[in-house]
């Protein structure tokens, strides 16, 4: 079964540095989408790209993080500078469908540990 | 923000045994979702409900919406240690497409 590929699987970094994570999404899948998952939290939509476009970045800490998909397949999510409480898990997911999350299940990936020091 | 909550937080039962969690959510919906995480993987989605449904099963997996109460519940029939994750529920919000998820419920499978 296909499947959406991270990484690194684990980084750590000292804060006021710069972190950067890639994702590869499903082949042929249209909407990539990056959220973080804090510890015994469920996981917050950060960005959601339909192909190369963003169409929801409303919780993206802009002064800090960017995302980019550039050929729409492939995609990275940024920090800079990182902060201690941006230690979190950054999962990536893609799914099949247009138009919005809600009627296409979501194909998540293994995720980005990341632990700021 | 988190729109669904489930219940209970943690839940703990013998090999065999069924499990039920629940989820209760706040606004109008499209449809929701179900998903597990098995501890520091990705979440694997389970099951979606459309919201003119009442019930669904997917093998040992039974789920239930009730729109009137803003709720839903996941039954796991016969459960068995590898269904030791946590579970979560996710919607899309009133007119909004974000799909929103809860806290979880971890559950633990003893043998």
């Known amino acids: 079964e296909a499947e959406v590929a991270q990484s690194p699987r684990y980084k750590i970094t000292e804060k006021s540095q710069a972190v950067a994570f890639w994702c590869d999404p499903i082949?042929?899948?249209?909407?990539l989408y990056w959220y973080r998952q804090i510890l015994g939290q469920g996981p917050e939509l950060l960005v959601q790209?339909?192909?190369?476009?963003?169409?929801?970045d409303s919780q993206l800490p802009k002064d800090r993080f960017s995302a980019e998909r550039l050929k729409g397949v492939d995609s990275t999510l940024k920090i800079q500078p990182a902060e201690l409480g941006d230690s979190a898990m950054y999962l990536c997911?893609?799914?099949?469908?247009?138009?919005?999350?809600?009627?296409?299940?979501?194909?998540f990936g293994n995720g980005t540990r990341l632990t700021v020091t | 923000s988190q729109q669904g909550e489930e219940d209970p937080q943690a839940l703990s039962i013998q090999e065999g045994e069924n499990a039920t969690m629940n989820c209760s959510y706040k606004?109008?919906?499209?449809?929701l979702q179900w998903y597990r995480q098995n501890s520091g993987r990705g979440l694997v989605h389970l099951i979606l409900?459309?919201?003119?449904?009442r019930e669904k099963h997917s093998g040992r997996l039974r789920v239930t919406l009730d729109t009137s109460k803003k709720s839903s519940s996941l039954l796991i029939t016969a459960s068995r240690a590898a269904d030791t994750a946590s579970y979560f529920c996710?919607?899309?919000?009133?007119?909004?497409?974000?799909?929103?998820f809860g806290k979880g419920t971890k559950l633990t499978v003893n043998p």
């Open positions: 606004t109008s919906i499209n449809n």
């Open positions: 996710a919607q899309t919000q009133g007119g909004s497409e974000k799909l929103v």
């Open positions: 997911a893609s799914s099949l469908g247009y138009g919005g999350q809600g009627n296409s299940p979501l194909h």
């Open positions: 082949s042929g899948h249209a909407t």
């Open positions: 409900i459309r919201s003119n449904e």
């Open positions: 790209f339909q192909d190369e476009s963003v169409v929801d």
